[in-house]
């Protein structure tokens, strides 16, 4: 069985920017200003990866670590000082004419819409733009309607849309002509719980019903668990992870909660008693419970049976921890050695 080559490969990519450090005082500005203090910093250094057709990777890591350094790379709008990128076919910053018709960019804080024109209108642009037959485009805009509910929208002003409006508009504008590839940075950003759910409806949508393939960076993680089995973990410009996203919460946060409700359960002082397989409840008041397992030892049907037989559980519920919780455990407890040990462009699509 064949398998099919990567849409996106990158290799040893690294980008460096020159700036001048500058001394303080007069008489440093003048020094500056006669022998500048030049350095050059590295906001992206040796990173590699592949990415799948039909993929949706998250690309994730804290403000300053390069992610949408990254992204401009990718998408053509700044060249590596070394490395090598193949796109889609293209080397995105040689062949960017031809390039940009094989991918969508949206970028969370800035609009592809013509700011005063209706809606309607930066649509019809694009579509002559890219050349797509009139009856395709109304095709497309029919699917985005249903998917995003966007028709209503056509005929207003962009400046007048809201964030989440305009959001909803700008992905579709990204997907008009078809592309192999959408690139987003922080599509979420600024947006209220319920435009998020509809932008993540549709990017999931997006990926399955046209099977465009997503690179997502964002500093939203539920936009991550919500929509992306394999992420990217970058730091300071190094590449710190590429895998699963289960397996990076497990490797960082083993443990999961198991929280249930015993109200006929009476122990006098003191906790419950240990049940079977070792556990030991913590009493959170008013006939509640909660046990902390580790699921490298136990699953957790093993701890829900242990419990049944052991209290009479009226009800429980299974609390694991976050990808957030996992992110910031990373970098509060320095956990960077021990994450799992992956491979450079690891395929975690299946």
Sequence with gaps: MSVAAPIVLARHLSRSFRTVRRREGFLGALTDWVAPRREDIAAVSDVSFEIAPGEM???????????????????????????????????????????????????????GLWWDLPVVDSFRLLAAVYRIPADEAKRRMA???????????????VRKLSLGERMRCDLAAALLHSPKLLFLDEPTIGLDVVAKAAIRSFLAAANRDFGVTVL???????????????????????????????????????????VFDAPDLHTGEGQPP???????????????YSVVFDRGRLS??????????????????IQEPTIEDVIRTIYQRGEVENLPAHPAGV????
């Design 216 to 258: 997502l960076t964002t500093h939203d993680l539920d936009d991550i668990s919500e929509l992306c089995r394999r992420v990217i973990l970058i730091d300071h410009g190094r590449l710190l992870y590429d895998g699963q996203l289960e397996q990076l919460r497990t490797s960082i946060r083993p443990e999961a909660t198991v």
């Design 300 to 317: 957790a049907a093993e701890v829900v049976r242990s419990l049944m037989e052991t209290y009479p559980v009226k009800d429980l519920t």
């Design 143 to 157: 699917q985005f309607d249903e998917l995003l509910g966007i028709g209503r929208l056509l005929q207003t002003p």
């Design 57 to 111: 990777v998250g690309y994730i890591g804290p403000n300053g670590a390069g992610k949408s350094t990254t992204i401009k790379m990718l998408t053509g709008i700044l060249v590596p000082t070394s490395g090598e990128i193949l796109s889609a076919g293209f080397v995105p910053w040689k062949e960017r004419r031809r390039y940009v018709r094989s991918i969508g960019v949206v970028f969370g804080q800035r609009t």
């Design 274 to 288: 240990v049940c079977r397989g070792g556990l030991q409840p913590e009493s959170r008041g008013n006939g509640r």
């Design 347 to 350: 395929d975690a699509s299946n």
